[in-house]
Each structure stands twice: as C-alpha cells, then as structure tokens.
C-alpha cells in the first residue's frame, strides 16, 4: 500500500510501497503536479522497476518542461534499486 | 548426534498459488512474511525476496502467453532461499533469456523494458529457467547472510 501525502512547496512524501500494484495511481498523482517537486522517500520501504519507471516518468515530464525533480531521504536498499538501475545518478540520489 | 556427510540436507519450502494479475503482489507480500516468521529468518531478507518476486511475476503477467494462476514456492536451503514461480505457458518463456541491459547508457537512449530481469541478474546467486509439459518454472536463489539467519 502506499500512501502519497502532498506538502506546501513543491513537496510531497511517499510512504509505503511504489511497486506494480501502486505504479498506475502514483503516477496519476504525480502527474497533476507542477514542478519544482521534490519527493521525500523517508518512509518508502520498497521501490520495484514499476516504481522506478513512475519516478523516470515524471522527472522526464518536469525535465521537458524546464523544470526539475529531486528525490531525498532514500534508505540504503531503496538506493540499491536505483544504482542497479543506473539511475541514482540521474535523480541526483546519495 | 555428529553431524556428518551422511547427514540429509534439510530444505524446508512454504508455496502458496496466486492469480496472475498485479493485484496479488500484495499477498505474496505478506507470504514472505509468513515464510521468513516461519523459518525465523530475518525481516531483512524481505526486501530482497519482495523484489525478486515481483519482477519475475510481473514479468509473468505483463508478458507471458498463457492464463492460469502462478505458484511461488520459497525453499530455505543452507545459506540460501531458492524462489521458484511455476506457470502455464505454451511454449518456453525464458527470462534468463532476455538480454542484457546497459545501465551506463544515458536515459534517452535506452531501451524500454529488460530491468527487471537485470535486477534479478544483480540480486540472485542462480537464474535458471526450465520448461516442460507446457509448465514453466523459473529458479532464482538469494543468499542469506549471516545477518538474516539464526
């Protein structure tokens, strides 16, 4: 389950699991918002390549609109997922 | 007793069968729970087996050519968990077939689809494939590290 609780300035903070279940209503949230937008995973306990792509998605569509995406507070295996991907450099992830 | 060679290896397996649709990713969630509670294995494990389970069987239900439902048998081994997703299909479909991806290529000029299965690549020990009789199993095999074991 995951839960996606939308915050003033440009911040919104996911908790829970981003996995194939959840990709499609993640990324129907995510696509109402403007940009900048910075994602708070602090409480994401798991990520899958579903979750990955809706975070890619998004980060293209902020990206071709001149704007940005920053993702902050990961925990080390959600961070795994995203080396093993290659795209932690991406995503500006550490 | 000693301990010796002639001593059996004990594996213990738990299986539980699911539809093959992405909303049964939620109980295999909690059948990971059930089998590491069971082998009083630690949580920790559970985000490597989440995402190896996942991505087999999305693979499953996203590309596979046949209905039915999928079981997922999880076997402790020593030092190992074995995960086998077992599936009708009509002819072989082999993840481990799938080619490599190339991670260090910029985002725009990568191909879509084959990082599930390079995440599985990463993450497992073994991935084999088998294919008889119209059924599919796939194998895959994460360690356990001294961590995660008691």
Redesign the interface.
């Known amino acids: 389950m995951l839960e996606l609780k939308l915050e003033e300035n440009g911040l919104a903070r996911l908790r829970g699991r981003l996995d194939a279940a959840e990709a499609e209503r993640a990324l129907a949230t995510l696509e109402t918002l403007a940009g900048p937008l910075t994602l708070d995973f602090t409480e994401l306990e798991h990520i899958s390549i579903a979750g990955l792509s809706v975070i890619v998605r998004t980060y293209k569509r902020l990206s071709a609109q001149g704007s940005r995406l920053s993702v902050v507070g990961v925990m080390p295996r959600v961070r795994n997922v995203f080396v093993y991907a290659g795209l932690d450099k991406l995503l500006g992830i550490k | 007793m000693r301990r010796g060679l002639h001593m059996p290896i004990v594996t213990r397996l738990m299986e539980r069968s699911v539809p093959r649709n ?2 049964s ?2 109980v295999l ?1 909690d059948f990971v729970r059930d089998f590491l509670e069971a082998e009083h294995l630690s949580k920790d494990l559970a ?1 490597d087996l ?2 190896v389970i ?2 087999l069987f ?1 693979n499953l ?1 996203r590309h596979g050519r046949a209905e039915g439902d999928i079981l997922v048998r999880l076997e402790r081994t020593p030092g190992e968990v074995h995960v086998r997703l077992r599936a009708a299909e009509p002819s072989p479909f082999d993840p481990t077939s799938v080619p490599p991806v190339n ?3 910029p ?1 725009e000029d990568r191909r879509p689809g084959g ?2 299965i ?2 599985v690549r ?2 497992c020990r073994q991935f084999r494939y088998e294919w008889h009789d119209g059924v599919g199993t796939t194998l895959a095999v994460v360690g356990v590290s001294d961590s995660c074991s008691s």
């Open positions: 992405t909303e990713l939620a969630v985000f989440d995402l996942e991505e999305t239900v991670v260090d290529l985002i990082l599930g390079h995440l990463k993450m």
